[in-house]
């Protein structure tokens, strides 16, 4: 199922669309996490999510992506400017691991959705299926979630 059709199902409804950058929108290089300004942008997903845009009015667009270091949230923002500008500074998260890596990024991400107080329907799309068995364990906000490659047609 393509991620309009997935969206038009709830159109009636206020709908928080959350995306992973690394993997996700954005070529990532396993154990290269710095230099983000040299990572290729994956433009079929990112025009895709650009039309979404223009056709849903009830779809409100998010970034929720993990990083190793300070300096990496920077490099994540310049790069979303960037390329996809559409997304609100505010609608970017960006969490930075643990020093002592006590948490896994799954459960980062599924304390995050855990954490919201919204009554919008929340669909989160990540290609790593760790994070998204860790969202859908206790996931006490209904998160519905997606692998990334509901992003390609």
Known sequence: MYIKEILEKYKDKKVRLY????????????????????KRPLMERINKLKEIIKLFDNVELYILTICHKEKNVLEKNIW???????????????????????KSSGDKKRDYFNNLNTSDTIVFIDDDPR?????K???KNNVIIYKDSVLSD
Request: aromatic residues 8%.
């Open 19 to 38: 995306l992973d950058m690394d993997g996700t929108i954005v070529d990532y290089d396993f154990g290269n996490p710095d230099n983000y300004d040299t």
């Open 80 to 102: 979303l400017d960037k390329y996809i500008p559409e997304i609100k500074k505010d609608n970017r998260i960006i969490i930075i691991r643990d020093v002592n890596g006590s």
């Open 131 to 135: 994070i998204l068995k860790a969202v």
């Open 137 to 139: 364990n206790d996931n």
